[in-house]
């Protein structure tokens, strides 16, 4: 059962604006994880945070974490075309499953 | 640098046919996971297993099993395919649970897109 629900489901938006994806999730978690996909490849890790974490940095990415509303957003900063991809959240649950949410479309364009 | 790998990037089959989706890890790591992924369902887990010999049944796991005989190896195996099982196929591989602070990640391969006819 999918436990991430990321919003929206696309985004469009042009390079150099920022673009803001949200995540909600109904159980417990021990951490939240963030991931970028390019068309027709792999999951590539962008970000963790822990369940008593509220907010992280990295690069260009900042990600927040509200475990009192069970969501979490991911904010990437200045974006590039480059940056066109589906990322998705996935939460890490006490048993140690990792559950995906169905993710959100980027297109930035140049 | 973790390394998982995946026998093949793409592979057709025809229905009926008996499947193996290789996957091997190079980091000693004790757990390893298949996912399937579809447009509009996301990445839904079928099997995983936390140790030599042992498996555990995911979300979805009807039409699949699973065999792990090396800590390093966990193949997903197809029994008689079907036009439904016609996804992209992930394989996961992480450390054991509750040995990072909560920082617990997987790494996944890069997958096999699998076609079945």
């Known amino acids: 059962s999918q436990q991430g629900e990321e919003d929206p489901q696309a985004l469009s938006i042009q390079e150099g604006e920022n673009a803001t994806m949200n995540c909600s999730y109904k159980t417990s978690i021990n951490n939240l994880q963030w991931y970028r996909q390019n068309s027709g490849r792999g999951l590539v890790h962008l970000i963790l945070?822990?369940?008593?974490?509220r907010e992280k940095h990295s690069g260009r990415l900042r990600v927040t974490l509200d475990t009192s509303k069970k969501s979490s957003s991911l904010l990437i900063t200045a974006s590039r075309a480059a940056d066109t991809a589906s990322y998705f959240c996935?939460?890490?649950?006490?048993?140690?499953?990792?559950?995906f949410g169905q993710g959100t479309e980027l297109s930035v364009k140049p | 640098d973790v390394k998982v790998t995946q026998s093949s990037r793409y592979l057709v089959k025809r229905t009926g046919e008996k499947v193996f989706l290789e996957c091997v890890q190079d980091m000693d790591h004790e757990n390893m996971f298949w996912y399937r992924q579809d447009p509009g369902l996301g990445l839904r887990l079928i099997y995983f297993s936390y140790d030599v010999k042992m498996k555990e049944k995911g979300d979805i796991p009807e039409g699949y099993s699973v065999s792990r005989e090396k800590k390093e190896r966990f193949s997903l195996i197809l029994e008689s395919a079907s036009t439904n099982q016609t996804s992209m196929y992930l394989c996961?591989?992480?450390?054991?649970?509750?040995?990072?602070?909560?920082?617990?990640?997987?790494?996944f391969g890069p997958g096999t897109r699998l076609l079945v006819l």
């Open positions: 945070i822990r369940s008593n974490e």
């Open positions: 996935a939460t890490l649950g006490q048993e140690g499953k990792l559950i």
């Open positions: 996961a591989s992480s450390p054991i649970f509750g040995t990072s602070g909560g920082g617990e990640t997987q790494y």
